[in-house]
């Protein structure tokens, strides 16, 4: 009986000892040396001690398994300013850049007027609708100052892409204040505008200096009131 038990015992710290080895973490030595993806060397990166050597090899190992811009960004971001893997990792991002917001990334990161140059001219040929340009503003609207160009191009483009009344409004509401575009907005919003509540909202948004316009709203207004409220009003 006590000989079974012991059997039993031994069996079970064999077994215990067995679990604990297979589920130890390979060493450095035994890490550096798999094929491991992008991810699972992030993930080995993150785990790796801050400035230590281990950090330093696995850099090059995303290096090696980054393909995609994001993958790039990556990398630039770990191994940080001034790294010899900093260049690398921008001119990849720049070969891998396929959309507005990779190149608009690039433009908020950089001081390069070239690389700028380039990042602006690939926007604007990759933005062609209202929808684009919007997005880019999205993107762009309440960034730092370097990037205030961006905000008032994606604007100065709704605007000439603009379809549809809605679309005109969106724009104005985002005009700073004193803005040159004023006028060429609210010429836009009176083309596109065809019912009471439109020349309404044209009729409220009009400067009071602007009498063209307030007093265009405003016999659109009589034109299209069709109840007492509407009439009221004007």
Known sequence: ?????????????????LLIHFNQKPSFEEL???DLTFGEWTEAYDEANY?????????QKMAETARSFQQWDIVRQKAGY??????????????????TKEWYEL???????????????????????FEDWQALHQMSAGH???????????????????QNFDQA??????????????????????ELAVDYTQWKTIFD??????????????????????NFNEWRTV
């Open 205 to 226: 948004a009009a400067r009071w200096s602007d009498k063209q316009h307030k007093s265009l709203a405003l016999s659109n207004m009589r034109t299209l009131a069709n």
């Open 82 to 99: 001034k790294s010899s893997f900093d260049g690398l990792a921008l001119q990849n991002m720049i070969k891998t850049a396929r959309t």
């Open 51 to 59: 400035g230590s050597d281990e950090r330093k090899l696995i850099i």
């Open 107 to 129: 433009l908020t990161f950089t001081y390069d007027s070239e690389l700028r140059q380039l990042a602006t001219t690939n926007i604007k040929e990759l933005c062609s609708s």
């Open 1 to 17: 009986m006590k000989k079974a038990l012991f059997a039993t015992l031994a069996i079970a710290a064999l077994g215990i000892t």
């Open 169 to 190: 409004k969106y724009v104005f509401d985002r005009l700073p204040k004193d803005s040159e575009r004023y006028q060429a907005t609210m010429a836009t919003m009176s």
């Open 32 to 34: 550096i040396t798999q």
């Open 144 to 162: 730092y100052s370097g990037e205030k160009y961006i905000a008032e191009m994606a604007l100065e483009n709704m605007l000439v892409t603009t």
